[in-house]
């Protein structure tokens, strides 16, 4: 008898194995459309799923909801929002749960104003650094032949990195699949303007590109000389936000010539590693130089790091202003307690601002409403956009796309990713013009990056947004925001504009681009 018992125990045992274990060679699942690979959650899910990142579990569920409630079976398109979704710094979940609420609130909208095929949302989680892009991809090209699915269009992408370029190299050119790329702004990931062939077809960026956003922050400063400023770059390999940000401030300056390049490389994008003894030894060569303004090249772990080192080199009275790109949007997030103070080297007025080129903030119309007033040049490029952006803001306050959780403006994460969902809505509204209900094949929809200009122009909270033939946005305004040590706050300080003045009435594109 206890030989049967022991044999039936062994057979129970074994049930519980199969069934709570996948047979071997096959990869666990954490979730419909997810697989466990390399101890992440890598796939494509719009049920819910929040990839074991608490911060994004409401807006992750507020996405279910209008997928299962308000789409349903009715004729939809699918949106595809592909970013790291398991992110182990505190900083970095708080910015994707921003971008993930940008999508949901103009999937909302979209849903209930565009007489569009109803928007779907998905969430792809591509993995650390889109290491794993290639089975996403793969996921992603299914869902594009499927009718059931429809996915039109792939968004999101906020690294510019060598995967993500591999990624979107294979969405537009293998798959021919439509990519809305919102928040990464290296020059490698555009398509250049008047080229015979677009390295990228079927892409649209909305954010500027690192070099416009140089240019938009040497136009709202005015020329600076050589000598008065000196290039700070991190030359990890493989990261390509990174070099295109040293190209884009590696502009000729008048007067002699500055201090030479000071670079250190980093161990990735969120480690110190040892760089806090680089910065020391470059910010004590800098003080001996003539340079006030430092140009940043590099991630916000890093430039944090700097901005320290750099206020503790007391250097007989010396103030600096770092200039840095859209990668420290966020910059405010990583700062500590006690930072504040050593900015201000131990007094009220700091030594060390940090400014950079942000692609919005919610206090720039007004602010530049307020500064124009009177004017006799017409401002619909500062009204509309004002106006998107209570639009946008009463969505959040008023609740009625339910509980997404505290969603801040300040870091213009929500209102770039919501500007680009908006875009792609725009698109699909565009391509199903004359078969209103029906769904629009894939190209169809890239076709329409081109027609989104004057008339036909998305009003972004962001921005007019302009598109060139090669799909870039045409003379984007850039915020320009400063870490303020006084307030221990962001200040939005002017705008700038990469073409040196506003763009046209009605957002005309101009034919030299």
């Known amino acids: 008898m206890r030989r049967i018992l022991t044999l039936l125990g062994l057979v129970a045992a074994g049930v519980l194995l199969y ?31 929040a990839f074991g990142t608490p911060e994004i579990d409401k807006v992750a569920r507020a996405i279910a909801k209008e997928n299962e409630e308000f789409v349903g079976d009715k004729p939809h398109v699918t949106v595809a929002l592909m970013l790291p979704l398991q992110p182990d710094i505190d900083a970095e979940r708080i910015q994707l749960r921003s971008e993930i609420q940008g999508a949901y609130l103009a999937q909302y909208r979209a849903n209930r104003e565009e007489n569009t095929p109803l928007l779907r949302l998905v969430l792809a989680n591509p993995g650390d650094s889109y290491a794993q892009q290639e089975r996403v991809v793969d996921q992603l090209a299914k869902m594009a032949d499927d009718k059931k699915d429809n996915l039109r269009a792939v968004t999101g992408f906020n690294l510019s990195l ?16 439509p990519v809305l790329a919102s928040r990464v702004s290296a020059d490698e990931l555009a398509n250049p303007e008047g080229g015979a062939k677009d390295p990228y077809p079927g892409l649209a960026r909305i954010i500027p590109t690192n070099r416009q956003q140089a240019d938009a922050l040497a136009s709202f400063h005015g020329e600076l000389r050589d000598d008065q400023t000196v290039l700070v770059r991190d030359k990890r390999a493989h990261d390509i ?15 002699p010539p500055g201090p030479k390049d000071q670079t250190f490389e980093s161990p990735s994008i969120t480690d110190p590693g040892d760089t806090g003894n680089d910065f020391t030894l470059i910010a004590q060569n800098i003080c001996q130089s003539t340079a006030r303004y430092v140009y940043f090249a590099g991630r916000p772990v890093h430039l944090r790091l700097f901005a320290l080192k750099l206020a503790d080199v007391q250097c007989r009275g010396k103030k600096y202003t770092i200039v840095s790109g859209s990668g420290a949007a966020t910059l405010n997030r990583y700062m500590k307690d006690g930072d504040w103070e050593r900015l201000r080297g131990g007094g009220k007025e700091p030594v060390v601002r940090v400014q950079y080129a942000a692609p919005g903030h919610p206090d720039a119309w007004d602010h530049e409403l307020r500064r124009t007033k009177g ?7 500062f009204t509309e956009p004002r106006a998107e952006l209570d639009k946008l803001r009463a969505l959040i306050d008023k609740g009625g796309a339910g509980d997404i959780g505290p969603v801040p403006l300040e870091d213009s994460r929500t209102m770039l990713v919501y500007d680009g969902t908006r875009t792609i809505a725009k698109a699909v509204l565009l391509a199903n013009a004359q078969t209103e209900g029906t769904v629009p094949p894939l190209k169809r929809v890239s076709d329409m990056w081109q027609r989104l200009e004057a008339v036909n122009r998305v009003r972004g909270t962001s921005g007019w ?3 060139t033939n090669a799909g870039n946005a045409y003379d984007k305004p850039v915020a320009v925001v400063e870490l303020d040590p006084r307030t221990e706050e962001l200040r939005y300080v002017g705008v700038g504009w990469p073409e040196g003045k506003a763009q046209p009435d009605d957002c005309r594109v101009p034919s030299d681009t």
């Open 241 to 255: 936000y990174n070099d295109s940000l040293a190209k884009a401030f590696s502009r000729d300056e008048d007067g």
């Open 162 to 177: 060598d995967a993500t370029k591999k990624a979107i190299a294979r969405l537009t050119n293998d798959l021919h699949i």
């Open 465 to 467: 947004i302009c598109l």
């Open 375 to 381: 004017a006799r040049d017409r401002r619909d490029h």
């Open 19 to 49: 069934v709570f274990l996948p047979p071997i060679g096959e990869a666990e699942s954490c979730a419909a459309g997810v697989e466990k690979h390399g101890g992440e959650c890598i796939g494509v899910n719009g049920t819910g799923y």
